[in-house]
């Protein structure tokens, strides 16, 4: 009897022991919750299917959890309270109600972090949040093309850690209705002269950028137009470093 006792305490031990140690271990290897929004009520861009299929495979490989929706009713404080990263991939025209622009905004203010990629910059224009979080809209657009980017290490931002001093890649590459806001830091800058066609006439012609006016991390980058990017590694790893770096403050919370 003491000996079925002792071997039934012995037992319970070990459960404990096996248990605290897998929670440690969940918690340890915490991940990124996010959220990939690619609703459009403009123009619709040919790549979203396969650029979604590669966020799904982003995801995999880095173990997020990771929702990919085209419904804009996930825009809910309650579901918003699970995510970490809000990524609008190539968004176009009013894609929010005034309810689920509420909530995105008390998501990002609470410290979530935002991911505008290429076409994002062609949504919610008249959304005053919006203007300030995007920090610049769309206008226009030369051809697709292939162009050389200045790409300013000198900010040390992870996003760009990566790459050179120059990326040389091709994009639809978008000119902007303002100047980049001053809250924003340059991340990526066009140079024009590798450009052909009709191109406006302006001193920075900027092309990726972060900040963190609001609280959480927001960053865009406007490249993401054409399917080949999600499977050319240097773009992926951009993404990947990008959707990181806004996330990071979010999984403190």
Not at 41 to 60: C, M, P, Q, S, W
Not at 78 to 93: C, E, P, R
Not at 100 to 115: D, H, R, S, T, V
Not at 240 to 247: L, Q
Request: glycine share 8%; no cysteine; hydrophobic share 40%.
């Amino acid at each position: 009897m003491n000996k079925s006792i002792f071997i039934l305490g012995i037992l319970l031990i070990g459960i404990l022991l096996f248990s605290f140690s897998y929670v440690s271990k969940e918690i340890e290897n915490d991940s990124l919750n996010v959220l990939v929004f690619s609703k459009t009520e403009g123009y619709r861009h040919d790549n979203i299917k396969i650029g979604v299929a590669g966020f799904r495979t982003l995801a995999a490989k880095k173990s997020w959890k990771m929702t990919t929706t085209e419904d804009a009713s996930y825009f809910n404080n309650k579901f918003l309270s699970k995510v970490d990263v809000v990524i609008f991939f190539n968004t176009t025209g009013d894609v929010l109600n005034s309810s689920q622009e509420i909530a995105l905004e008390a998501f990002i203010k609470n410290g979530g972090g935002f991911l505008g990629i290429h076409a994002a910059a062609d949504t919610e224009y008249d959304w005053p949040f919006y203007q300030e979080l995007i920090a610049a809209h769309f206008a226009s657009h030369p051809r697709t093309q292939h162009a050389r980017l200045i790409v300013h290490q000198e900010t040390n931002h992870p996003a760009i850690g990566h790459l050179g001093n120059e990326w040389l890649l091709r994009d639809e590459w978008y000119f902007f209705k303002e100047p980049l806001k001053s809250h924003a830091t340059l991340l990526m800058e066009v140079d024009d002269s590798s450009l052909s066609g009709k191109i406006p006439l302006i001193q920075v012609h900027p092309i990726a950028w972060a900040h963190e006016k609001f609280g959480g991390r927001a960053m865009y980058t406007g490249i993401g137009h054409t399917a080949e990017q999600f499977s050319d590694p240097v773009y992926l790893e951009h993404i990947t470093r990008s959707i990181e770096w806004v996330g990071e403050n979010a999984v403190k919370k």
